[in-house]
């Protein structure tokens, strides 16, 4: 706080000062005039001065004492705020601010408090998720087993039991249950993990072909299934960019279960019918450009800027019960925070396309952790 400033919010005392002057001069000069004597104008502003100038030194010496706390607390208003013990009491000299430095003590053991606890209740929630999540794989992977056992197995289909048969649209309704279990625990897993995101990312150099051809060939049946047919169009040579591999192929891998659910094209009497998922790898100035185009049902454009929200499943999730709302937006998050880019469009009963912009950045190049083995691109169906 400056002089002048301090200066404004003393003017009750200055303008108190100078009622109280001016009542006692008017007492002496009254005083005077009955006793009959003439009082010196010199004499009258001699007074007067001496007056002046106790209340200048009154106002000059509270500015100096106070002068400490203001530049301690205007050094802070500036500055970056803490919360460290050590930063929250300022320079006090007057009991008011010895006042003021108590309560602020006070709401800041009140406030580290509250936050200890959320923090203790976060970490209890964490570390919770984190077992559940790696105790429900193992019964996944042993479903997953033995699904593929029933598959490749003679089984009781050959041993002419009727009863006790599973038809193949039974064993594809077994996997995909297993696929969706299995894509609910990962989805819960990393929204977990988005609050402890930064000592989760590991930035490495990859070839991103090779990683979306991977997580392409992970949903074989599923394409099968649904009659979904992708195709891969990229450069004849390997695509380089820096990210985390398993954050960017879960990002991948939520857009392709979107598509395996909303991308299918239907006729009028709600079967399915074979339909394309086209997957464009492209190099531009700077960037690397990843394009995933189903020819589903599309986004109704009032959803479409709702979409990166949680919990949000606008009209389509309304006819599609097991939607949750949380894939896009673990999508969003994941590539906010590896400074990736992610935009969507869509035409009602044309299609929805996606698009990552992943910038290439050179400076990352020194710090890499790792680094992926040469694959070749091209083009697959």
């Given at each position: 706080m400056t002089f002048w400033?301090?200066?404004?919010?003393?003017?009750?005392?200055?303008?108190?000062?100078?009622?109280g002057t001016g009542l006692m001069w008017l007492v002496c000069w009254f005083a005077a005039m009955e006793q009959g004597v003439v009082l010196r104008w010199s004499l009258e502003l001699y007074a007067l001065s001496l007056a002046w100038f106790a209340l200048l030194l009154y106002?000059?010496?509270e500015y100096l004492l106070r002068r400490p706390f203001y530049q301690d607390m205007r050094t802070r208003l500036n500055g970056e705020l803490s919360l460290q013990s050590g930063d929250v009491p300022l320079r006090a000299i007057t009991h008011e601010q010895r006042r003021f430095n108590?309560?602020?003590k006070r709401y800041h053991r009140a406030y580290s408090a509250q936050i200890a606890a959320l923090e203790e209740r976060q970490n209890f929630f964490e570390t919770f998720t984190v077992r559940f999540v790696h105790q429900m794989k193992t019964p996944v992977t042993v479903?997953?087993?033995?699904e593929q056992e029933l598959r490749q197995g003679p089984g009781d289909r050959q041993s002419g039991n009727p009863k006790r048969a599973l038809t193949n649209a039974q064993l594809d309704t077994l996997d995909e249950e297993c696929r969706r279990l299995e894509a609910s625990i990962n989805a819960m897993l990393y929204t977990s993990r988005l609050t402890a995101f930064s000592f989760d990312a590991r930035m490495e150099r990859l070839d991103v072909v090779r990683l979306i051809r991977d997580v392409v060939n992970h949903h074989k049946s599923a394409w099968i299934r649904r009659k979904l047919y992708p195709r891969l169009e990229a450069p004849p040579h390997a695509v380089w960019v820096v990210s985390d591999r398993k954050w960017l192929s879960?990002?991948?891998?939520?857009?392709?279960?979107?598509?395996?659910?909303?991308?299918?094209?239907?006729?009028?009497h709600g079967q399915t019918l074979p339909s394309s998922f086209e997957i464009r790898v492209s190099e531009e100035q700077h960037t690397v450009r990843l394009a995933f185009r189903d020819e589903g049902i599309g986004i109704p454009e009032r959803d479409i800027r709702h979409v990166f929200r949680p919990f949000y499943t606008g009209e389509n999730g309304r006819t599609h019960s097991r939607a949750t709302g949380m894939g896009l937006y673990l999508v969003k998050e994941a590539a906010d925070r590896l400074g990736h880019e992610v935009e969507i469009s869509s035409e009602v009963g044309r299609g929805t396309t996606v698009v990552f912009r992943i910038r290439v950045a050179d400076y990352y190049r020194p710090a890499m952790t790792g680094t992926a083995s040469n694959d070749g691109g091209g083009q697959t169906e």
């Open positions: 400033a301090f200066l404004r919010d003393q003017w009750r005392v200055i303008a108190f000062f100078l009622a106002v000059l010496v108590e309560l602020l479903l997953q087993l033995l879960f990002m991948v891998d939520q857009i392709i279960r979107n598509a395996l659910q909303y991308g299918v094209k239907v006729d009028e």
